[in-house]
């Protein structure tokens, strides 16, 4: 299967600081990528859809100012969380496809604001 | 809009069968997915459903019947490291949305 390289896998950052957390597709060209964020124990709750070279499509309720998405390359996407808050501390995933039928994840960057 | 609808919890014996059903309710259907995520990991892809009927995959099997928008992921001869969380998921105007997941303990 398709492999996407997500990174840093853990990140601790400061109050108000901003974090960026890149997404690779390694074997194939992702013109759309999915970034998603699951707190303990529940559900992968869609944030946006990253499409190469156009702007995201945010979900309802998703801050598109707070969670930048920058998808510069058919192989590269990139979740910037701008001014980031201890509410903001998640588990975040990158997906993308090369298929209708599956999607392949990036190993996932877990967030931590203190 | 849509959603999937999928027990939170279900407990077996190890080397038993469990069957994860999930309803949905979604324009646009094209198939039901099913993955795989363990605590601290990423998801991975265990089936997919486009048609009705069953699919073998292993140990693990999935059956969709779109008349009832229902499926089920069917797993045999439970081991210990299949405890984790198991998410259907559907495809539509190609983003993927996923169930609450049913989080799955074994028993030894």
């Known amino acids: 299967g398709a492999v996407v390289s997500q990174h840093p896998s853990w990140v601790i950052c400061k109050s108000g600081t901003s974090v960026k957390i890149e997404c690779r597709s390694l074997?194939?060209?992702?013109?759309?990528m999915f970034w998603y964020r699951q707190f303990p124990k529940q559900s992968l709750m869609l944030m946006a859809t990253?499409?190469?070279?156009?702007?995201?499509?945010?979900e309802q309720g998703v801050e598109k100012d707070k969670f930048l998405i920058n998808h510069a390359s058919l192989t590269l996407s990139t979740l910037t969380v701008t001014s980031a808050h201890p509410e903001d501390s998640s588990f975040y995933i990158c997906?993308?496809?090369?298929?209708?039928?599956?999607?392949?994840f990036g190993q996932g960057t877990r967030l931590t604001v203190v | 809009g849509q959603s999937l609808e999928q027990p939170s919890e279900v407990t077996a014996v190890e080397g038993a069968i469990v069957q994860i059903n999930c309803t949905y309710q979604?324009?646009?259907?094209?198939?039901l997915s099913w993955y795989q995520q363990h605590d601290g990991g990423a998801p991975t892809f265990l089936s997919y459903?486009?048609?009705?009927g069953l699919e073998e995959t292993g140990r693990f099997s999935s059956f969709l019947s779109r008349s009832d928008s229902y499926g089920y992921l069917l797993l045999q001869e439970l081991q210990m490291k299949d405890s984790a969380s198991y998410f259907c998921?559907?495809?539509?105007?190609?983003?993927?949305?996923f169930g609450k997941g049913t989080r799955l303990h074994i028993l030894p």
């Open positions: 990253s499409n190469e070279g156009s702007k995201a499509t945010y």
């Open positions: 459903n486009a048609l009705d």
């Open positions: 998921a559907v495809k539509r105007d190609d983003k993927i949305i």
């Open positions: 997906s993308a496809s090369d298929t209708y039928t599956e999607a392949f």
């Open positions: 074997d194939f060209q992702a013109t759309t």
């Open positions: 979604t324009s646009g259907f094209y198939g």
